[in-house]
C-alpha cells in the first residue's frame, strides 16, 4: 500500500535541447489574466536615442510657467520611450526634474502595467515610486497588489507588504504574500522576502526566502522539496538543487530520503553541443539498501547523446547500466519504468548522401531478468546506395553490412558477418494500381570460431551461402459510389497479391545471431523474410493473396476498412531455427500449405462509436492463433468508454520458461464531471488465472492557477528473479497505491498531465483504435 502526496510548485524550467513540434490533446487549462485597462501603443522601438527621450503630455487643461512647474488635468495621458502614464492630474517640476501623478492612475512599459493612487518619478534617473499599486506582468499571468511599488533606474521592480498569484481577480484559491519582492527585469526572476502561502485564504506555508521566475530563464537554486510515504520506502523527502552552469550546460541533483532503504542520490545533468547536438549523463546511487538481506548498493549510470555534426554527419549514443534486474521495479528512476526490462547500449555514426549512406554502429543490449545474453554488436558497417530510374525505368539498390559478433561468455561462438544484397526492380505505379517486379542476389560470408564451444561441432569455419530471391507484387484499385443507411459513401476495393521466391539452402552450419521469428499480421503476410536479421533466409515459393475495402464519406473521411489475406505455400519451406548452443529459442517452420488466415478490421460503427479488431486464425487446425478487439465510445473531447479482449496463446514465461495463454479483458473510460472535473479509471482481468492484475481509479480538478489529482492503483508487479537479491521470493505479487497530487501553477509546476497522462499511467497503454473525425 502507497499513499503519496506532494506540493509541486518545481522551479525548474525547460533546457531547449532541440527543436521540435508535440501534439498536446488536452493541454492544461490557462488562464487569460490581463489588466482592467487597454494597452496602450509602444513607439517605434527604431526610433533614434534623442525621440525616445522625448516627453509628450496630452491634457484637457494646463498651466505652466517656464522652466518652474507644469500642472495637466484631465485624461492626462503622458509618454517618453516606452513608458506611459495616464492620470487625472498630472505635476511636472521641471527644477527638480519630478513627476507627480495622481487619479485613476495607470502606468505601463513593455514588461508590466500598474494601476496606484498615485506616482512620484524622478525623470533625472527614470525611478519611480508608486502607492496603493496593482500589477500585471505582460506575458504572464502573474499580478498582484503592492502597498508601495518602486520602479529602479534599471528598471526593475521593489515590493513592499506585497502578494501575487496566477489566478483571476476576485479568485483568491492561492496568493503569496510577501514583506519584500524584488523583481530583475533583465534576469526575469523575483526575490521573495518572509513570504507566507495562502490556499484559500489559509497560511499553509511560510518562507523566509524563495526566488520566483517570471519567465522561462533558468537560474540556480534549490527546487521546492517533495514528500511522499509508503510502506515499501517508508517516509520519503526529495529536496532536488538546480544548477544552471552555463547557457549550453545545467546540472539537477536531488538527495531523496527514504527512510526503509536509505539516502538515494540523484544527477540529471543535460548539455547542448553546439546548435545540432544535444545530451544527458545520468547517475543514481543508493547505499546499503536496508530492504535487501544484503545490504546491497544498488545504482545506476546512463548516458545519452545525438544529433548532427553538419548537413551530412549523424551521430547517437546510448548507454544505461543498472546494479541489478529489479532496480527500476524497487527504485523511482528517471530513466526507465517498471515495465521496461531491456537496456539498450548504441553507438553509431552515419554519413547520409542523396544516393548513398554509410553508418558504423556497436550495439549492446542487457534483458533484465532473463538468463540468455544476447549477441554483442561490435561493430557493424552499414553502406547502402540507391540509383532510381537506373536505365529505362528499372531502379537499382545495394544494401551490404560487415557484422562482428561477440558474447560475453566464453563458451558460446563468434562470427564476423558480411552480407550485399543488390536487387533490380521494376515499379510501375498509377491510379489504377501498381505493379512491382524485383530480383535480388542475397549473398553471406560468415566466418565462425566456436573453439570456446568445441561441442557445437555442427557450425563451420567459413560459410558462403549464396540465394537468388524473385519477387512480383501486384495490386489493383477498384472504386464505386454507393449508400449505405442512407449515406452516401465512396468504396475501394483494393485486392493484392504477392509471388515470393527464394531459393532453399542448408542454414544448420550458422549460428543463431540476432534473428528471431516475426510476427504474421496482415502486413506481415506480405514481407520478404519470415526472421528477421539474416542468419536464417527461409527459402520460399508461396503466393500472398489480400484484399481490402475501405469506405470514405463525402468528406474523404475513413469510415471503414477490413482487410483479409494469407499465404498458400507451392513448396514447404525448411529452414528453421533449432534449439542449440547457441540460442535457448526454438523455432521450427511447420509443414503445411498456407499460413494463418490473418484479418484486420477498424471501423467506426456509428457516430460515436468505433471498433478495432486483429485475428490470425489456422485453417488447417482449425485454431485461433492470436485475436484482439477494442470497442470505443468516443462523443467528445476527453470522453471515453472502451472495452477490450485479448487472447495471445503460448507465450513464453521468462521466468519459468513455460508456455502460458493470454486471455485479458479490460475496461477504462475517461468522463469531464464539468469543465474543470473528470474522472479516469482502467480495469483489465485474467480470464485465464481468474484475478484482476490491474485496477486504475483516479479524478482530477483543474483551474487555470491550480490542480489536484487523486488515484488509487492495484497492479501486478514486474518481478524477475535476481541473485542480486536473496529475497526475491518475498517480493509482493502486487501492488497497491493511493497517490495525492497538488500543483500550484505559476510557481514552476505545469499542472498534471491531463486525461491522456491519466490513461497511460498504469501498465497498459490507452491506444486509439482509429483516428477518426467525427
Given at each position: 500500500?502507497?499513499?503519496?502526496?506532494?506540493?509541486?510548485?518545481?522551479?525548474?524550467?525547460?533546457?531547449?535541447?532541440?527543436?521540435?513540434?508535440?501534439?498536446?490533446?488536452?493541454?492544461?487549462?490557462?488562464?487569460?489574466?490581463?489588466?482592467?485597462?487597454?494597452?496602450?501603443?509602444?513607439?517605434?522601438?527604431?526610433?533614434?536615442?534623442?525621440?525616445?527621450?522625448?516627453?509628450?503630455?496630452?491634457?484637457?487643461?494646463?498651466?505652466?510657467?517656464?522652466?518652474?512647474?507644469?500642472?495637466?488635468?484631465?485624461?492626462?495621458?503622458?509618454?517618453?520611450?516606452?513608458?506611459?502614464?495616464?492620470?487625472?492630474?498630472?505635476?511636472?517640476?521641471?527644477?527638480?526634474?519630478?513627476?507627480?501623478?495622481?487619479?485613476?492612475?495607470?502606468?505601463?512599459?513593455?514588461?508590466?502595467?500598474?494601476?496606484?493612487?498615485?506616482?512620484?518619478?524622478?525623470?533625472?534617473?527614470?525611478?519611480?515610486?508608486?502607492?496603493?499599486?496593482?500589477?500585471?506582468?505582460?506575458?504572464?499571468?502573474?499580478?498582484?497588489?503592492?502597498?508601495?511599488?518602486?520602479?529602479?533606474?534599471?528598471?526593475?521592480?521593489?515590493?513592499?507588504?506585497?502578494?501575487?498569484?496566477?489566478?483571476?481577480?476576485?479568485?483568491?484559491?492561492?496568493?503569496?504574500?510577501?514583506?519584500?519582492?524584488?523583481?530583475?527585469?533583465?534576469?526575469?526572476?523575483?526575490?521573495?522576502?518572509?513570504?507566507?502561502?495562502?490556499?484559500?485564504?489559509?497560511?499553509?506555508?511560510?518562507?523566509?526566502?524563495?526566488?520566483?521566475?517570471?519567465?522561462?530563464?533558468?537560474?540556480?537554486?534549490?527546487?521546492?522539496?517533495?514528500?511522499?510515504?509508503?510502506?515499501?520506502?517508508?517516509?520519503?523527502?526529495?529536496?532536488?538543487?538546480?544548477?544552471?552552469?552555463?547557457?549550453?550546460?545545467?546540472?539537477?541533483?536531488?538527495?531523496?530520503?527514504?527512510?526503509?532503504?536509505?539516502?538515494?542520490?540523484?544527477?540529471?545533468?543535460?548539455?547542448?553541443?553546439?546548435?545540432?547536438?544535444?545530451?544527458?549523463?545520468?547517475?543514481?546511487?543508493?547505499?546499503?539498501?536496508?530492504?535487501?538481506?544484503?545490504?546491497?548498493?544498488?545504482?545506476?549510470?546512463?548516458?545519452?547523446?545525438?544529433?548532427?555534426?553538419?548537413?551530412?554527419?549523424?551521430?547517437?549514443?546510448?548507454?544505461?547500466?543498472?546494479?541489478?534486474?529489479?532496480?527500476?521495479?524497487?527504485?523511482?528512476?528517471?530513466?526507465?519504468?517498471?515495465?521496461?526490462?531491456?537496456?539498450?547500449?548504441?553507438?553509431?555514426?552515419?554519413?547520409?548522401?542523396?544516393?548513398?549512406?554509410?553508418?558504423?554502429?556497436?550495439?549492446?543490449?542487457?534483458?533484465?531478468?532473463?538468463?540468455?545474453?544476447?549477441?554483442?554488436?561490435?561493430?557493424?558497417?552499414?553502406?547502402?546506395?540507391?540509383?532510381?530510374?537506373?536505365?529505362?525505368?528499372?531502379?537499382?539498390?545495394?544494401?551490404?553490412?560487415?557484422?562482428?559478433?561477440?558474447?560475453?561468455?566464453?563458451?558460446?561462438?563468434?562470427?564476423?558477418?558480411?552480407?550485399?544484397?543488390?536487387?533490380?526492380?521494376?515499379?510501375?505505379?498509377?491510379?489504377?494500381?501498381?505493379?512491382?517486379?524485383?530480383?535480388?542476389?542475397?549473398?553471406?560470408?560468415?566466418?565462425?570460431?566456436?573453439?570456446?564451444?568445441?561441442?557445437?561441432?555442427?557450425?563451420?569455419?567459413?560459410?558462403?551461402?549464396?540465394?537468388?530471391?524473385?519477387?512480383?507484387?501486384?495490386?489493383?484499385?477498384?472504386?464505386?459510389?454507393?449508400?449505405?443507411?442512407?449515406?452516401?459513401?465512396?468504396?475501394?476495393?483494393?485486392?493484392?497479391?504477392?509471388?515470393?521466391?527464394?531459393?532453399?539452402?542448408?542454414?544448420?552450419?550458422i549460428g543463431i545471431y540476432d534473428t528471431a521469428q516475426l510476427q504474421e499480421d496482415?502486413?506481415?503476410?506480405?514481407?520478404?523474410?519470415?526472421?528477421?536479421?539474416?542468419?536464417?533466409?527461409?527459402?520460399?515459393?508461396?503466393?500472398?493473396?489480400?484484399?481490402?475495402?475501405?469506405?470514405?464519406?463525402?468528406?474523404?473521411?475513413?469510415?471503414?476498412?477490413?482487410?483479409?489475406?494469407?499465404?498458400?505455400?507451392?513448396?514447404d519451406s525448411r529452414v528453421g531455427i533449432k534449439e542449440s548452443a547457441m540460442s535457448?529459442?526454438?523455432?521450427?517452420?511447420?509443414?503445411?500449405?498456407?499460413?494463418?488466415?490473418?484479418?484486420?478490421?477498424?471501423?467506426?460503427?456509428?457516430?460515436?462509436?468505433?471498433?478495432?479488431?486483429?485475428?490470425?486464425?489456422?485453417?488447417?487446425?482449425?485454431?485461433?492463433?492470436?485475436?484482439?478487439?477494442?470497442?470505443?465510445?468516443?462523443?467528445?473531447?476527453?470522453?471515453?468508454?472502451?472495452?477490450?479482449?485479448?487472447?495471445?496463446?503460448?507465450?513464453?514465461?521468462?521466468?519459468?520458461?513455460?508456455?502460458?495463454?493470454?486471455?485479458?479483458?479490460?475496461?477504462?473510460?475517461?468522463?469531464?464531471?464539468?469543465?474543470?472535473?473528470?474522472?479516469?479509471?482502467?480495469?483489465?482481468?485474467?480470464?485465464?488465472?481468474?484475478?484482476?492484475?490491474?485496477?486504475?481509479?483516479?479524478?482530477?480538478?483543474?483551474?487555470?492557477?491550480?490542480?489536484?489529482?487523486?488515484?488509487?492503483?492495484?497492479?501486478?508487479?514486474?518481478?524477475?528473479?535476481?541473485?542480486?537479491?536473496?529475497?526475491?521470493?518475498?517480493?509482493?505479487?502486487?501492488?497497491?497505491?493511493?497517490?495525492?497530487?497538488?500543483?500550484?501553477?505559476?510557481?514552476?509546476?505545469?499542472?498534471?498531465?491531463?486525461?491522456?497522462?491519466?490513461?497511460?499511467?498504469?501498465?497498459?497503454?490507452?491506444?486509439?483504435?482509429?483516428?477518426?473525425?467525427?
Open positions: 500500500m502507497h499513499i503519496r502526496y506532494f506540493l509541486a510548485l518545481s522551479l525548474l524550467p525547460q533546457l531547449v535541447l532541440a527543436e521540435e513540434t508535440t501534439s498536446a490533446p488536452d493541454a492544461s487549462i490557462q488562464c487569460l489574466v490581463e489588466p482592467p485597462v487597454p494597452r496602450m501603443a509602444n513607439l517605434d522601438p527604431d526610433a533614434s536615442e534623442l525621440a525616445l527621450q522625448e516627453i509628450h503630455i496630452v491634457s484637457d487643461r494646463s498651466e505652466a510657467q517656464m522652466g518652474k512647474q507644469a500642472k495637466f488635468n484631465g485624461n492626462v495621458s503622458f509618454s517618453q520611450g516606452g513608458r506611459h502614464i495616464a492620470a487625472d492630474e498630472v505635476i511636472l517640476d521641471q527644477e527638480s526634474e519630478r513627476l507627480n501623478a495622481n487619479g485613476n492612475l495607470v502606468f505601463q512599459d513593455q514588461l508590466f502595467t500598474i494601476t496606484a493612487d498615485s506616482l512620484v518619478a524622478q525623470m533625472r534617473d527614470n525611478s519611480a515610486i508608486l502607492t496603493g499599486a496593482q500589477y500585471w506582468l505582460h506575458g504572464q499571468q502573474i499580478h498582484g497588489d503592492a502597498e508601495n511599488l518602486e520602479i529602479t533606474p534599471d528598471n526593475n521592480l521593489h515590493l513592499t507588504k506585497t502578494n501575487f498569484t496566477t489566478c483571476p481577480p476576485g479568485d483568491s484559491s492561492w496568493l503569496l504574500e510577501a514583506e519584500t519582492i524584488k523583481i530583475n527585469s533583465k534576469e526575469e526572476w523575483g526575490e521573495l522576502w518572509n513570504a507566507k502561502l495562502k490556499i484559500g485564504g489559509i497560511p499553509v506555508l511560510y518562507i523566509p526566502y524563495m526566488t520566483i521566475p517570471v519567465s522561462d530563464k533558468r537560474k540556480s537554486g534549490f527546487l521546492f522539496p517533495t514528500f511522499s510515504t509508503s510502506t515499501t520506502n517508508g517516509v520519503e523527502v526529495a529536496t532536488p538543487y538546480y544548477w544552471n552552469i552555463a547557457p549550453e550546460y545545467d546540472l539537477t541533483f536531488t538527495p531523496h530520503y527514504m527512510s526503509a532503504r536509505g539516502l538515494f542520490l540523484k544527477t540529471d545533468f543535460r548539455y547542448l553541443a553546439g546548435d545540432s547536438q544535444q545530451g544527458q549523463i545520468n547517475v543514481e546511487y543508493l547505499g546499503k539498501d536496508k530492504m535487501l538481506s544484503n545490504n546491497a548498493d544498488r545504482y545506476l549510470y546512463h548516458w545519452q547523446h545525438k544529433g548532427a555534426i553538419n548537413e551530412n554527419w549523424r551521430v547517437l549514443a546510448n548507454f544505461t547500466q543498472v546494479s541489478d534486474n529489479n532496480y527500476f521495479n524497487d527504485m523511482n528512476s528517471d530513466i526507465h519504468s517498471a515495465t521496461d526490462n531491456q537496456l539498450s547500449r548504441v553507438g553509431e555514426i552515419s554519413y547520409f548522401e542523396k544516393n548513398w549512406d554509410f553508418s558504423a554502429r556497436v550495439q549492446d543490449i542487457k534483458v533484465l531478468g532473463e538468463d540468455e545474453i544476447p549477441y554483442q554488436v561490435m561493430p557493424q558497417l552499414n553502406f547502402n546506395y540507391r540509383a532510381p530510374s537506373l536505365w529505362s525505368g528499372l531502379d537499382f539498390d545495394l544494401m551490404s553490412e560487415i557484422t562482428n559478433f561477440k558474447h560475453q561468455e566464453n563458451e558460446f561462438s563468434t562470427a564476423t558477418r558480411l552480407h550485399i544484397e543488390p536487387s533490380i526492380s521494376l515499379p510501375i505505379q498509377g491510379p489504377a494500381g501498381s505493379f512491382t517486379s524485383e530480383i535480388k542476389l542475397l549473398q553471406t560470408y560468415y566466418w565462425q570460431d566456436h573453439r570456446g564451444n568445441p561441442q557445437n561441432d555442427e557450425l563451420d569455419d567459413r560459410v558462403s551461402r549464396t540465394l537468388p530471391q524473385v519477387r512480383i507484387h501486384g495490386k489493383v484499385n477498384f472504386e464505386r459510389f454507393t449508400d449505405y443507411f442512407n449515406e452516401n459513401y465512396r468504396q475501394t476495393l483494393e485486392p493484392q497479391f504477392q509471388y515470393l521466391y527464394v531459393s532453399y539452402e542448408d542454414q544448420s552450419n496482415y502486413y506481415g503476410l506480405f514481407r520478404e523474410r519470415h526472421f528477421s536479421g539474416l542468419d536464417r533466409i527461409a527459402d520460399a515459393n508461396q503466393m500472398t493473396l489480400g484484399l481490402t475495402t475501405r469506405l470514405f464519406d463525402q468528406h474523404n473521411v475513413e469510415k471503414f476498412k477490413f482487410s483479409l489475406g494469407q499465404i498458400f505455400y507451392f513448396q535457448t529459442q526454438t523455432f521450427t517452420q511447420e509443414n503445411t500449405s498456407n499460413s494463418v488466415l490473418a484479418a484486420e478490421l477498424s471501423t467506426q460503427l456509428y457516430q460515436d462509436w468505433y471498433m478495432s479488431g486483429a485475428i490470425q486464425y489456422d485453417t488447417k487446425q482449425s485454431e485461433n492463433k492470436k485475436s484482439e478487439v477494442t470497442i470505443d465510445f468516443r462523443p467528445g473531447a476527453n470522453k471515453l468508454l472502451q472495452l477490450s479482449y485479448r487472447y495471445v496463446p503460448d507465450l513464453l514465461n521468462t521466468n519459468t520458461n513455460e508456455s502460458v495463454d493470454i486471455y485479458q479483458a479490460g475496461m477504462r473510460g475517461a468522463w469531464p464531471v464539468s469543465n474543470n472535473l473528470y474522472l479516469v479509471g482502467n480495469w483489465y482481468y485474467d480470464l485465464n488465472e481468474s484475478r484482476n492484475i490491474e485496477t486504475y481509479a483516479g479524478f482530477q480538478y483543474e483551474s487555470c492557477c491550480w490542480a489536484i489529482r487523486l488515484s488509487y492503483h492495484y497492479r501486478i508487479k514486474t518481478n524477475y528473479e535476481d541473485d542480486f537479491n536473496p529475497l526475491v521470493d518475498d517480493r509482493e505479487l502486487f501492488e497497491t497505491g493511493i497517490y495525492l497530487n497538488f500543483v500550484i501553477k505559476g510557481l514552476g509546476g505545469s499542472g498534471p498531465l491531463g486525461v491522456t497522462g491519466m490513461l497511460d499511467d498504469g501498465l497498459f497503454n490507452y491506444r486509439k483504435p482509429l483516428y477518426l473525425k467525427n
